[in-house]
């Protein structure tokens, strides 16, 4: 569904991403790994149409759509979330994941009804009526996922929703993402809580100094000598099934 | 001949207009808050050397280090009663409470001092300067000089003591400044002070050519604003130089045109520039 | 009774009060007083929509308040058109007007914006001071033979002036009731919050910013026409000046700043406490009333810098929220 081919970023004279290339299959989770600087955020901020790629092309369903901007990937169904949450703050839980849901639903009354819909999905129709600036960390960045997905997308961007999570928090993010899965929506993980993306990525694309070193299923990914060198370590194995 | 000569004109000024621009610019780097209230501060140097001369016959030109000295008093004053507790609020509001000062300190110059024009008359500073065939005021030559030499200090100051370093610290990141034990509080109230100051300086030089009212530092507050933006928000070097060229452009400009429509034509330049960049011409992106 | 019940009272009585009020008090001074404060009231709604729900901050208002004013005298000095009409068209023309204007200021953010369109608000000003086809510095003004509903001209009684900006009063209102009512005015205030949030849910910052500032100033431009019929003369020094921008953006802050009543409550305050000052102590020519005026806007604006609503708000808060767990978002 998703194709990123070559893509290349550059700051002045830095290159972020050189030659990044990877497919995401429909309602397929991608795991998006690799250590600090590695240039996944700027991956990630291509395919959501914050950054115009230096070169390369990014196609959905076989459409070029690099370098338009976030507004048009949206309306494309391309949605996101972000690393430092950015809630509507001045807004009620509801009327955050409302402006999410006018994107297809421009009434008033129908956006109340999907963003109800979202909400219940998401485990937060109880705080609906809520301010958002009064949730916690952990329902702040479920609210940026229940806004996400009340733009009914196809491939959701998902930037490291589990970090900063106690245990159990990350354990009911992995359930949500795998339920946002089984509706056949397509998940890309960026994400540094190995435990929550391990078990439920059908593959991982592991980046580092800018560059895919690796492109596989998890478990092979674990294994694999280059990735254990770069970036996971020596005590960290795969999961057993 | 006389295009140079018009040219120099427009430096001078733009020297006195960068001046003011500097001391504003300073608070705004320090503290992200534009102080609408600063043609103020020039407003009560002016005054302050005024009442030296009608009380004391003290010439504007040896007051004018006291004068510095009462305007920093002021700023940092100020900065302790009133803009304190505004450090975080929403940028409205901060636009409104110094909007709110300007038309305060107005009043109080008119309560106190009427609202008539008064002037200094017979300063020691009379009298033309001539130089290689072209010929200027020796009172706009002297201020001139004098907002020179008072940017420079600044920019001494920020660049070469300890205390500068510190503010300049403060300026770029709060919470790192903090951390290296800087009291950001002592900080504001030095950024307020020096910039009240240099617009004071400003004042005290224009008390002999400019005629003296309440109201005086609203034709140089749309400048400053200019200036500073120009400039880049923050940046004194650049605040200095968009001094110049303002003050070129707009004596150029008034010279070769409609004197009517200098204000179009600086104010022009400064949406041209800020559409094109920005962050100004020396402001960092 | 809820708080949103209260409001609805409030307001309901506010309206008969402002409808009964030139009926009952017949002196002029005063029935002038409270049309300054509709008027006020107006601008203060229309700018409201641009720079409390989008929080785009413009202290060029004037630009589009004047642009009302012109049009619909010239229509009138030249055509013989009725303001009513010119009314409309000012609003078009300042519409049109807002969003050339808006195009390129938009790329600016925070203070730069607001300098930018106290900049072009000068220019403009500067501008039509020296345009001899509207008047210069002199301005317009409109002859006093043509009286009645259609011409828009009162001479024997301040008393339809009252009820025309009561009407304009509640237009605006009622304009920006539906804005928030519909999924603009949801956009715009995720605009405000969150601009890249805003964008990532499929918002475009551009247009929505230029609805915003096209309704805005379209309104505002009706205020202009208002006024102009009012004083039968305008000039830029009373339609233009940036005094006046910075006064539609005080009252929605004395108020409150993204709401509805806000600018209405704002314009009350602030016509109340300039004229009390100027009454009080304006006699004097000495600037008392600049002192208690400015003096109160420092207090106002740091110690109540969300205005009288976010006060009202913080002291009768809607119904008890169930505790929330844990301190709010981190940052």
């Given at each position: 569904m998703l194709s990123v081919e070559r893509l290349?970023?550059?700051?002045?004279?830095?290159?972020?991403?050189?030659?990044?290339?990877?497919?995401?299959?429909?309602?397929?989770?991608?795991?998006?790994?690799?250590?600090?600087?590695?240039?996944?955020?700027?991956?990630?901020?291509?395919?959501?149409?914050?950054?115009?790629?230096?070169?390369?092309?990014?196609?959905?369903?076989?459409?070029?759509?690099?370098?338009?901007?976030?507004?048009?990937?949206?309306?494309?169904?391309?949605?996101?979330?972000?690393?430092?949450?950015?809630?509507?703050?001045?807004?009620?839980?509801?009327?955050?994941?409302?402006?999410?849901?006018?994107?297809?639903?421009?009434?008033?009354?129908?956006?109340?009804?999907?963003?109800?819909?979202?909400?219940?999905?998401?485990?937060?129709?109880?705080?609906?009526?809520?301010?958002?600036?009064?949730?916690?960390?952990?329902?702040?960045?479920?609210?940026?996922?229940?806004?996400?997905?009340?733009?009914?997308?196809?491939?959701?961007?998902?930037d490291e929703t589990m970090a900063g999570l106690t245990q159990n928090e990350v354990q009911e993010a992995v359930e949500l993402v795998k339920r946002i899965q089984a509706r056949g929506i397509a998940c890309v993980v960026v994400e540094h809580v190995m435990e929550g993306i391990m078990p439920i990525a059908d593959r991982m694309v592991v980046l580092e100094r800018g560059r895919v070193i690796a492109n596989g299923p998890p478990r092979a990914i674990a294994e694999d000598p280059v990735v254990v060198a770069a970036y996971l370590g020596e005590e960290y194995r795969a999961p057993g099934p | 001949m006389l295009l140079l000569q018009t040219i120099l004109s427009g430096v001078l000024i733009g020297l006195v207009y960068a001046l003011v621009a500097v001391g504003l610019t300073l608070i705004f780097g320090v503290m992200d808050i534009v102080n609408f209230a600063h043609g103020e501060f020039l407003m009560l140097g002016m005054y302050a050397s005024f009442w030296g001369f009608a009380l004391w016959k003290l010439d504007p030109l040896f007051t004018l280090p006291l004068t510095a000295l009462l305007l920093f008093g002021v700023g940092a004053a100020l900065y302790r009663v009133v803009i304190r507790r505004i450090t975080d609020a929403p940028m409205l509001s901060q636009i409104f409470t110094t909007f709110g000062l300007m038309i305060l300190f107005r009043g109080l110059a008119q309560y106190f001092w009427s609202p008539d024009f008064r002037s200094v008359e017979g300063s020691v500073l009379t009298g033309k300067v001539a130089f290689a065939g072209l010929q200027f005021g020796l009172p706009q030559v002297v201020a001139a000089l004098g907002a020179v030499a008072t940017s420079g200090a600044v920019w001494w100051f920020l660049r070469s003591t300890r205390l500068g370093a510190a503010l300049e610290a403060t300026a770029a990141d709060k919470e790192a400044a903090a951390l290296m034990g800087i009291d950001a509080q002592k900080m504001f109230a030095l950024a307020w002070g020096l910039g009240a100051a240099c617009a004071g300086v400003a004042g005290a030089l224009l008390s002999t050519t400019f005629p003296i009212f309440p109201e005086v530092g609203a034709s140089f507050i749309l400048f400053a604003f200019v200036l500073v933006a120009l400039g880049g928000f923050g940046s004194v070097a650049g605040a200095f130089w968009a001094g110049i060229l303002v003050g070129v452009v707009e004596v150029v400009g008034g010279f070769l045109w409609d004197p009517a429509y200098k204000l179009v034509l600086v104010l022009s330049l400064y949406l041209l520039v800020v559409w094109l960049r920005p962050q100004g011409l020396m402001g960092k992106a | 009774?809820?708080?949103?019940?209260?409001?609805?009272?409030?307001?309901?009585?506010?309206?008969?009060?402002?409808?009964?009020?030139?009926?009952?008090?017949?002196?002029?001074?005063?029935?002038?007083?409270?049309?300054?404060?509709?008027?006020?009231?107006?601008?203060?709604?229309?700018?409201?929509?641009?720079?409390?729900?989008?929080?785009?901050?413009?202290?060029?208002?004037?630009?589009?308040?004047?642009?009302?004013?012109?049009?619909?005298?010239?229509?009138?000095?030249?055509?013989?058109?009725?303001?009513?009409?010119?009314?409309?068209?000012?609003?078009?023309?300042?519409?049109?007007?807002?969003?050339?204007?808006?195009?390129?200021?938009?790329?600016?953010?925070?203070?730069?914006?607001?300098?930018?369109?106290?900049?072009?608000?000068?220019?403009?000003?500067?501008?039509?001071?020296?345009?001899?086809?509207?008047?210069?510095?002199?301005?317009?003004?409109?002859?006093?033979?043509?009286?009645?509903?259609?011409?828009?001209?009162?001479?024997?009684?301040?008393?339809?002036?009252?009820?025309?900006?009561?009407?304009?009063?509640?237009?605006?209102?009622?304009?920006?009731?539906?804005?928030?009512?519909?999924?603009?005015?949801?956009?715009?205030?995720?605009?405000?919050?969150?601009?890249?949030?805003?964008?990532?849910?499929?918002?475009?910052?551009?247009?929505?910013?230029?609805?915003?500032?096209?309704?805005?100033?379209?309104?505002?431009?009706?205020?202009?026409?208002?006024?102009?019929?009012?004083?039968?003369?305008?000039?830029?020094?009373?339609?233009?000046?940036?005094?006046?921008?910075?006064?539609?953006?005080?009252?929605?802050?004395?108020?409150?700043?993204?709401?509805?009543?806000?600018?209405v409550i704002g314009a009350v305050l602030l016509t109340t406490i300039e004229e009390a000052s100027r009454l009080g102590f304006g006699g004097t020519g000495r600037g008392t009333d600049m002192v208690v005026y400015g003096l109160l806007i420092v207090v106002i604006a740091v110690y109540q810098p969300a205005g009288v609503l976010g006060w009202v708000k913080q002291r009768f808060p809607p119904k008890a929220a169930p505790a929330a767990p844990g301190p709010g978002g981190a940052r």
């Open positions: 290349t970023k550059r700051f002045g004279g830095l290159a972020a991403n050189e030659d990044v290339s990877f497919e995401v299959g429909r309602g397929e989770i991608i795991g998006l790994i690799g250590p600090n600087g590695a240039g996944k955020t700027t991956v990630f901020n291509s395919l959501a149409g914050f950054f115009p790629p230096s070169s390369g092309q990014i196609r959905l369903d076989g459409q070029p759509v690099a370098g338009l901007p976030p507004e048009r990937m949206a309306a494309l169904g391309v949605a996101r979330t972000f690393q430092i949450v950015r809630i509507f703050k001045s807004m009620t839980v509801l009327e955050n994941v409302m402006v999410g849901a006018m994107l297809h639903h421009r009434a008033v009354p129908a956006a109340i009804g999907k963003a109800r819909e979202a909400l219940r999905f998401t485990g937060l129709d109880r705080r609906a009526g809520d301010p958002a600036s009064q949730l916690t960390v952990a329902e702040q960045k479920r609210l940026e996922v229940t806004r996400a997905l009340a733009c009914e997308p196809r491939l959701l961007l998902l | - | 009774m809820s708080r949103a019940a209260a409001g609805r009272a409030v307001g309901l009585a506010a309206l008969v009060l402002a409808a009964v009020f030139p009926l009952v008090v017949r002196s002029a001074t005063w029935q002038n007083t409270v049309i300054l404060m509709l008027m006020v009231a107006q601008l203060g709604v229309a700018w409201n929509i641009l720079g409390g729900y989008a929080g785009q901050v413009s202290l060029g208002h004037a630009v589009f308040f004047g642009t009302g004013a012109y049009v619909s005298t010239l229509l009138a000095l030249r055509f013989g058109i009725t303001p009513w009409v010119g009314m409309f068209a000012g609003a078009g023309v300042s519409a049109a007007l807002a969003v050339v204007i808006g195009w390129p200021c938009f790329r600016l953010k925070g203070h730069y914006f607001a300098m930018a369109t106290i900049a072009v608000g000068e220019i403009v000003q500067a501008v039509v001071n020296g345009w001899e086809l509207l008047g210069g510095a002199v301005g317009l003004s409109l002859p006093l033979q043509n009286t009645g509903f259609w011409f828009m001209v009162f001479n024997r009684s301040k008393l339809p002036y009252h009820y025309i900006a009561l009407g304009l009063l509640l237009f605006t209102l009622g304009v920006n009731w539906l804005v928030t009512r519909s999924h603009v005015g949801y956009y715009l205030r995720a605009i405000k919050d969150e601009p890249d949030a805003a964008r990532s849910l499929g918002v475009s910052l551009t247009r929505y910013k230029l609805y915003a500032i096209a309704l805005s100033s379209g309104l505002a431009a009706m205020g202009g026409t208002l006024y102009a019929q009012k004083e039968l003369l305008i000039d830029p020094g009373s339609t233009l000046s940036t005094s006046l921008s910075i006064k539609m953006s005080l009252v929605a802050i004395m108020g409150g700043v993204g709401t509805l009543a806000g600018p």
